[in-house]
């Protein structure tokens, strides 16, 4: 498998900007989850997906971020409008899970930069 | 909810030291806890974990001990090489026959010198 697959690697924008980041998991897995990371906060929970369902978004900063899950092999993290405190790398992780917490596998991340 | 301390935010050891780090907790219903290594441009990568029915784990040249009383738990590397040089993440969950999402630590920065 070729892992958690993650477009694109970096991404410069202008405030204002839209910006979508998308993220392909690996096969069979069942949980997907958004993270953000930055030096100042470090890794951060921005929402994750059971079987496509999102469970829990309560990180999600602001109604300018938005994720989906259309099937099991595709998601997005879209942000709209972007600001330049949105700079971080956002990486997407899956996961299998039994009877609880499983191993997270993490894609490459992507690097926004919001000028 | 769950809150994750780790210590020291960068570490530098000669190449063949041993490293430690070292992570608290806050929820003492939390019962697993990964290690994850993150390489420069690269996603973390999970190292070793342990859950709380064990006290400690090792693999190889790395080790995690537990202590639930105090809730901490410490990540060993022994004979510590370049390759080692990374970012550490410890994490907490509680476990059970639900999912329960990963709280992280901040990460240490590992930098072994040859």
């Known amino acids: 498998d070729a892992g958690v697959i993650q477009s694109p690697r970096h991404e410069v924008t202008e405030m204002g900007q839209e910006v979508t980041l998308r993220c392909k998991p690996i096969?069979?897995?069942?949980?997907l989850f958004w993270y953000r990371q930055t030096m100042m906060r470090g890794l951060e929970l921005l929402i994750y997906?059971?079987?496509?369902?999102?469970?829990?978004d309560s990180g999600m900063p602001e109604d300018r971020f938005s994720a989906k899950m259309p099937n099991a092999s595709f998601s997005t993290l879209k942000i709209q409008p972007s600001e330049p405190r949105d700079s971080a790398v956002y990486f997407c992780a899956s996961s299998l899970a039994h009877g609880g917490v499983g191993e997270q596998y993490f894609g490459p991340g992507t690097r926004l930069t919001v000028t | 909810g769950e809150n994750v301390e780790q210590h020291p935010s960068t570490l530098s050891v000669q190449e063949g030291d041993s490293a430690v780090i070292k992570c608290t907790y806050s929820d003492s219903a939390s019962n697993y806890f990964p290690w994850y290594k993150q390489e420069l441009g690269k996603g973390p990568q999970l190292i070793i974990d342990?859950?709380?029915?064990?006290g400690e784990k090792k693999d190889q040249r790395i080790a995690v001990t537990l202590n639930k009383t105090a809730k901490h738990f410490s990540l060993h590397i022994t004979e510590t090489q370049p390759e080692d040089s990374a970012v550490y993440f410890c994490?907490?969950?509680?476990?059970?026959?639900?999912?329960?999402?990963?709280?992280f630590g901040k990460g240490t920065m590992l930098l072994v010198s040859p």
């Open positions: 997906f059971n079987n496509n369902v999102p469970i829990d």
């Open positions: 096969s069979g897995h069942d949980y």
């Open positions: 994490a907490a969950s509680f476990s059970d026959s639900g999912y329960s999402t990963l709280t």
């Open positions: 342990i859950r709380s029915n064990v």
